[in-house]
Structures are given as C-alpha cells and as structure tokens.
C-alpha cells in the first residue's frame, strides 16, 4: 500500500463510527481461539486497572476534602 492510499484510508476513518471501524479492522486480523483468549484478558485487566486507579485517586480527593 502507498503512502498515499494509506493516508487516503485513514482519512476515511477519521469521522467514521468507531464500533464499525474497529469490527472491519478486526475482521482483517486471523484471529485463533488463543489469540481470543489471550487479548480479552489483556483488555479486562487493562481496564480494571484503570478503573482501580481512578477509584484510588477519587478516594484520595475526599480524604483531602473531609480533613479540610
């Protein structure tokens, strides 16, 4: 693919829906039960340790707030 029709698709993607671009990029990858397997608890724990982190962070605001 050429620099140009590679800048040329990806502007297409630039305003389109998210969910469908994901689910076309998805459908170009060979995907295998493990590989499944292996990226969705990659992403599970990747989000749980977002969601951990923001939840400490937020604890630490109302500590701050009732001391104050």
């Given at each position: 693919?050429?620099?140009?029709?590679?800048?040329?698709?990806?502007?297409e993607?630039?305003?389109?829906d998210?969910?469908?671009c994901v689910?076309?990029m998805l459908?170009?990858?060979?995907?295998?039960?493990?590989?499944?397997?292996?990226?969705?608890?990659r992403?599970r724990?990747?989000?749980?340790?977002?969601?951990?982190?923001?939840r400490?962070?937020?604890?630490?605001?109302?500590?701050?707030?009732?001391r104050?």
């Amino acid at each position: 693919m050429s620099q140009n029709s590679l800048a040329h698709k990806m502007s297409e993607y630039l305003y389109a829906d998210e969910a469908q671009c994901v689910e076309e990029m998805l459908d170009t990858l060979e995907w295998n039960d493990d590989m499944k397997a292996r990226v969705e608890n990659r992403a599970r724990d990747l989000v749980t340790k977002v969601r951990d982190s923001k939840r400490k962070r937020g604890e630490l605001r109302e500590e701050a707030i009732l001391r104050a």
